[in-house]
């Protein structure tokens, strides 16, 4: 079966432009794929019709890369965002600088694409399924795992534009000259209850079947049902109002996913990224040596052992992990100041490269004069701007600068950790600082090795506890671009730099740590920027027909 490389919005102007075409012309047969009756006439081509729809094709400015969001691209979506820095920009400065416009929106606009025409594949699917020859069984596993699918992609399309257009179930064919309901966007509320609602479709569907952590299942509608809910009850999509029921229903959907009793934290946080199927896993995508990803060690790694920088972690995140003690961590104590490194929370450690890091043969040397992975070493141009560098899904087993051996970590879409920070989120919101909610934290810090959080806390404090929870156990898992949204602290979160770190080494040998700004004029405008603009060119295609996100 061919599709298009186009968006929903594409394909209705495309069409109405086909309408004129003589019909001799639309009807030749094509002799290098496969024809529609083939795939619905047979069982094996159908289920993998289906499963492709998890990989599909990426947009025109993403490198083709499969699978839902960003993920292990170059540039990873914490790039625009306060967590990391890509070395070689690749898109993402003029985004953290404020710069986005209809126009320009560099891989941004790739989520609008992508995800309209993953919909239409989904629809001519379920237009189709009941044609197969197979069992009712496996008819409804399928259609369980299409209307996830489905949900999914609007999940995409709500946290990045807000109000979005739904397209139904309908299939647009040639002879379609009418597409304005393509155009018409709806509210965001109503469109996560579209999404909520396929999520419950596809939970009934798919209870009671088994399927791989690869694709959708029971388990992992209720998840994604219950990050949805949290989305709906957070100030951006409320207007600021804080209405308690959408807080009690979230955590209502997350405490569905917990009473599964399915899953639990996997008990070693560093290699947790570098395999599949933990007991901590829901939904993943999985790679293999047919289907890879980025380089990872090679993309990502440090200068001076062959790497090429890649996303770097700002100081701005490092400084938010606590110390091993759960105090934070804080600049004007003489101790801390110089040795920053000493007695942090071990997901630290897990995740950051620092000067001194142990790792692969020897450790880290980000000082100047003479790091081996500063400016001073190997191939400057690719030297991290912020003294850091990534290791969180970095598998040291494998080679720097062999692709044929690397390239195969999962990307976790779902995990058990952030359906226990789901629930105390919006448990804490909708009741406060109950005893469910000190569990779901501590039992996260537990397994990190962090100590529990002091008794007695307020629901405000265990809010920003919560958040910073939130910043540093999911670090660099695409949640941080969306949450700073969805609370609506975007707007001082992202307006000030990107900070690093330059250690410089002394003449006795001794390392001075100092704050540097790694990148500036991060700018974030509160009128506009909390929702991407549409691509211009869809705004055009529609005639336009299709509304703009204000201020664009």
Known sequence: MKTKNISLILVAAGLAALGACKKDFLDTAPTSIITDAAVWGDSSLAEAYVTGRYI????????????????????????????????????????????????????????????????????????????????????????????????????????NFGDVPLAGDRVYNLDDTNFDSLFIRKPVQECIQYAVNELNTAATMMKDKSYPTGRGSYAAALALKARLLLYAASPLYTNGTND???????????????????????????????????????????????NEHTNLELVNGPNGYGGWGGNTPMQNLVDDYEMADGSRFDWNNPAEKANPYQNRDPRFYASILYNGAPYRTRNVETF????????????????????????????????????????????????????????????????????????AVNDIRARAGMPELPKGLSADSMRSRIRNERRIELAFEEHRYFDVRRWKIAEVTENVPGYGILP?????GAIVYTRIIALDNRKFDKAKNYWVPIPQS?????????????GY
């Open 504 to 508: 410089s080494k002394q003449p006795n």
């Open 244 to 290: 308690k029921t959408k807080w009690a229903a979230a955590a209502a959907a997350a405490s569905d996913v917990i009473a599964l009793n399915k899953f639990t934290l996997y008990n070693n946080y560093k290699t947790l990224f570098t395999i599949s199927g933990t007991s901590e896993d829901i939904f993943e995508r999985v790679y293999s040596p047919t």
């Open 56 to 159: 599909g094709v990426g947009g025109s400015n993403d490198g083709g890369k499969p699978g839902f969001g960003r993920a292990f691209e170059d540039a990873w979506m914490s790039s625009v965002t306060d967590e990391s820095v890509v070395v070689w920009d690749n898109n993402t400065w003029f985004v953290q600088q404020g710069a986005l416009t209809p126009d320009r929106t560099g891989w941004m606009s790739d989520t609008w694409i992508r995800s309209y025409r993953s919909i239409r594949e989904v629809n001519y699917a379920l237009a189709n399924i009941d044609k197969v020859p197979m069992s009712d069984y496996g008819k409804e596993r399928l259609k369980g795992e299409l209307h996830f699918i489905r949900a999914y992609r609007y999940q995409d399309l709500i946290r």
């Open 538 to 550: 869809e705004i055009n295609s529609s005639g336009r027909k299709l509304r703009q996100n204000a």
């Open 368 to 439: 100047r004069p003479g790091g081996k992975d500063s400016k001073d070493g190997n191939g400057n141009w690719n030297t991290s701007p912020t003294g850091y560098y990534v290791r969180k899904y970095i598998n040291e087993a494998n080679p720097v600068e062999n692709p044929n051996q690397t390239a195969y970590q999962p990307w976790k879409y779902l995990r058990y950790a952030e359906v226990l920070l789901n629930y105390a989120e919006a448990q804490n919101e909708a009741v406060g600082p109950d005893n469910t909610v000190y569990k």
